[in-house]
């Protein structure tokens, strides 16, 4: 589909791109970069790619697609690096959790001769670094792309059909829309397994408790929610403030009428709050984006 894949930044996305992309025959060649020498030497020992370098102009010279899979914060200052180097026609697109920044970051800075298409693929797991892809990962996970009003039809379609080959399902939305969605099914409840896992190690320190030892199924997925990329979880939340705000109130609000049903012995008010719930979790494994499998699927080793 594509003559020359650039990839800036190798890490789990980046990967796992390249991996499938090279799997499917999806591409001639690959050029990974990354700005740590020792990443981009362990990418080249794992054989992500074809070239290596620590320089995005050089990455990005004769590529015909250009996939940022970096931190938020820091797609203004690469595309300002790149956008001199990029060939006529070329897809430029990116797989950050927030979209209305990125457009606002990157639109200005890129030469009229390229696609711009940003994307967001909905996958990922608690690792990161270039070891932790997978060809497997966007297997069955919606990819959402989002591209500014008067973006060429057909470099959408060939990138949605470049993804779906990655494994993905694909839709189109508008940036802002996006993050209000992501918000609520992402971002705020990252926030709030931060939060609550951080809330578990003070007391444990404090109070020398067997919190840790103890942990039951619930706390420990949020642990591995926590465990999440910082940079990029940091950069996430500083560029969606105002919809994870937005979101975060009405989460408050509705924690306050719990809190008062708790209070009052509402039992009715917390039963019918948990079929809700309930019913939600079925509705998102009938969809296919969760197993039902005991543990989550997560098999304990032997």
Same mark, same amino acid.
């Given at each position: ?36 020498? *020792? ?80 994307? /967001? ?5 608690? /690792? ?161 984006? *969760? ?7 997560? /098999?304990?080793?032997?």
């Amino acid at each position: 589909m594509f003559e020359k894949v650039a990839l800036i930044g190798i890490g789990l996305i980046g990967s796992s791109i390249a991996i499938r992309a090279r799997k499917e025959n999806l591409v001639g060649t690959i050029a990974v970069q990354s700005r740590r020498a *020792e990443t981009v030497k362990k990418a080249e020992e794992l054989g992500l790619g074809d070239s290596y370098t620590t320089d995005p102009a050089e990455a990005v010279k004769g590529a015909d697609l250009v996939v940022l899979c970096i931190p938020v914060g820091a797609v203004g200052a690469v595309t300002e690096a790149i956008a001199p180097h990029l060939a006529e026609g070329a897809i430029v697109t990116d797989v950050g959790s927030v979209k209305n920044a990125v457009v606002t970051e990157m639109a200005p800075l890129l030469p009229a001769h390229v696609h711009f298409v940003p994307g /967001h693929p909905i996958a990922g797991t608690e /690792h990161s670094g270039p070891e932790a892809g997978f060809a497997e990962l966007f297997d069955g996970r919606w990819c959402i792309l989002t591209p500014p009003a008067g973006t060429d039809p057909a470099a959408v379609e060939k990138l949605a059909a470049f993804w779906t080959k990655l494994g993905s399902s694909v839709e189109t939305m508008d940036p802002r829309h996006h993050d209000m969605v992501l918000a609520i099914t992402s971002h705020v409840p990252h926030l709030i397994a931060y939060n609550i896992v951080g809330t578990a190690a003070e007391l444990e320190e404090v109070t020398e408790s067997e919190v840790m030892k103890f942990a039951a199924g619930g706390f420990r997925d949020f642990t591995r929610i926590a465990a999440s990329d910082p940079t990029m979880w940091r950069d996430v939340f500083l560029n969606n403030r105002e919809a994870v705000l937005e979101m975060l109130g009405r989460f408050n609000e509705d924690l306050t009428a719990l809190q008062r049903a708790i209070r009052w012995g509402d039992g009715d008010a917390l039963f019918d709050l948990f079929t809700r719930t309930r019913a939600i979790r079925r509705g998102i494994i009938e969809a296919g984006q *969760e197993t039902a499998d005991p543990d989550f699927g997560r /098999h304990k080793k032997s």
